[in-house]
């Protein structure tokens, strides 16, 4: 069976500092996607980052970026220079061969001011 | 570009009515999602469409849970029977496809069984 697991159920730091979640998965595939969603405070479910298992360079977009260790079946979110409206549940994913996402239980972020 | 809407945002029943819930995904999108999330939790895989094929259903899917996606458009799902134990956030999503995995969410419908 395929797994996510968030090790972390909640987080604080403060503004501007930089933050890592961690995420760890297990799958038997060889070919997989992996994502991190973040879910404000009563607002819907937004799309963060991917990283496709095959590509060996870490997505980065903007001040998000993930390092992506496939041996060791790690996908931890790095935010940089963390915002106020960084505030949020985020949820690691990935995605099966059968096109499901399965969820981590989600870290809660707080960036206090 | 609209993305994904549901309808109704939240909806309030007493245990062993019907409910119905809808999504409309973002044009075009040819794969279409449903999740249920619970307070505190990820979400949870439900069921998907290929277009207008239910390809997967969730062993989590009761007898009493039914969706549809007539002529590949939007969604429903409906709950016969319901129970406390439904009370959750419904959430759905959808994707181009054709190698394009990314998954858009709408705001969900929350049930409320009493």
């Known amino acids: 069976a395929q797994t996510v697991t968030q090790s972390q159920p909640e987080m604080s730091v403060q503004e501007a500092e930089t933050v890592t979640l961690s995420c760890t998965y297990d799958t038997s595939e060889n070919n997989y996607y992996l994502f991190w969603y973040k879910q404000p405070p009563s607002r819907q479910m937004i799309l963060v980052i991917r990283?496709?298992?095959?590509k060996q360079q870490n997505a980065t977009e903007n001040r998000f970026s993930v390092n992506f260790q496939k041996a060791a079946k790690s996908f931890s979110l790095k935010i940089s220079d963390s915002q106020l409206g960084d505030t949020a549940m985020y949820f690691c994913?990935?995605?099966?061969?059968?096109?499901?996402?399965?969820w981590g239980a989600g870290t809660k972020l707080i960036i206090k001011p | 570009d609209t993305g994904v809407s549901q309808n109704p945002r939240h909806k309030i029943t007493k245990r062993g009515q019907n409910v119905t819930f809808r999504c409309d995904p973002i044009s075009e999108h040819n794969r279409l999602y449903w999740y249920r999330q619970t307070l505190g939790q990820g979400p949870e895989f439900l069921t998907y469409?290929?277009?207008?094929?239910?390809?997967?259903k969730s062993r989590l899917l009761s007898d009493r849970f039914s969706a549809e996606r007539p002529k590949g458009s939007f969604s429903t799902l409906e709950i016969q029977r319901t129970e406390q134990g439904d009370s959750a956030m419904y959430l759905c999503?959808?994707?181009?496809?054709?190698?394009?995995?990314?998954?858009?969410f709408g705001p969900g419908t929350r049930l409320t069984v009493t």
């Open positions: 994913a990935l995605l099966d061969s059968n096109y499901q996402l399965i």
């Open positions: 469409f290929q277009n207008e094929a239910q390809l997967e």
């Open positions: 999503a959808s994707s181009l496809g054709a190698g394009i995995y990314e998954q858009y």
């Open positions: 990283q496709e298992a095959y």
